[in-house]
């Protein structure tokens, strides 16, 4: 059962699989997951050009790297991480005052329908967060609230399965030669956002 308050219905099965199993699961690998993404942080993090008094929101920030890096930055604002897992966000906690981070947040929420208050962020990340919304157009206006003037998105998505070599070479060796299902086009998971004309 979800513990996040405010789930929109709509995502209901991401608050069930987040706030549950997977977000079991992901806390006690946090340091692999983080390996794994380790280039492509770099460039976000470089796109985002966080600077020291911004105050900076993180979409889905999970076990919290990504929170944590930009309040390195932010040394004179925050950031505040959103995430629908309570485990995941007990680990960013834990991990964000060891590094003695206090202007780094976490909050339990469901990003599409959050009321943050309005026009305060300067920049909002997202590290693989954002395909997860069941229904994107609400959430990018929710999260597109809590902007001020000039403020900006930066988010790292996967691209299309046929350019993510490791994935289809490992569920075509998992499929064994059956047909493999195919999730319909644009749902949320991981590839929701893949296409350029879902993120213009
Ligand atoms: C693939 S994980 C990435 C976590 C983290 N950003 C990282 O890079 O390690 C996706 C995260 O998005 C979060 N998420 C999915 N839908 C969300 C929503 N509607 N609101 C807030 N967080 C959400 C999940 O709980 C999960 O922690």
């Given at each position: 059962m979800s513990s996040t308050r405010q789930v929109d219905s709509s995502n209901a099965e991401q608050a069930r699989a987040w706030d549950g199993e997977e977000g079991t699961y992901w806390p006690e690998h946090a340091d692999r997951f983080d390996r794994a993404v380790h280039a492509h942080h770099a460039h976000l993090l470089a796109a985002a050009?966080?600077?020291?008094?911004d105050q900076v929101l993180d979409i889905?920030?999970?076990?919290g790297q990504t929170t944590r890096d930009a309040a390195r930055r932010a040394s004179r604002g925050r950031a505040v991480g959103v995430d629908l897992s309570a485990a995941m966000l007990r680990r960013a906690r834990r991990r964000a005052a060891a590094e003695g981070l206090p202007n780094a947040e976490f909050v339990q929420a469901d990003a599409q329908v959050h009321p943050f208050p309005?026009?305060?962020?300067d920049v909002a990340v997202s590290r693989s967060g954002?395909?997860?919304?069941?229904d994107p157009v609400a959430a990018f206006r929710n999260i597109a609230g809590a902007l001020g003037p000039g403020g900006r998105l930066v988010q790292m998505v996967w691209q299309p399965p046929a350019g993510n070599e490791w994935f289809l070479s490992l569920t075509r060796a998992l499929a064994a030669g059956r047909p493999l299902p195919t999730p319909p086009p644009?749902?949320?998971?991981?590839?929701?956002?893949?296409?350029a004309s879902r993120r213009s």
């Open positions: 050009a966080i600077s020291a008094t889905g920030c999970g076990t309005a026009a305060v962020f954002t395909m997860f919304f069941a644009d749902a949320p998971g991981p590839f929701a956002l893949a296409r």
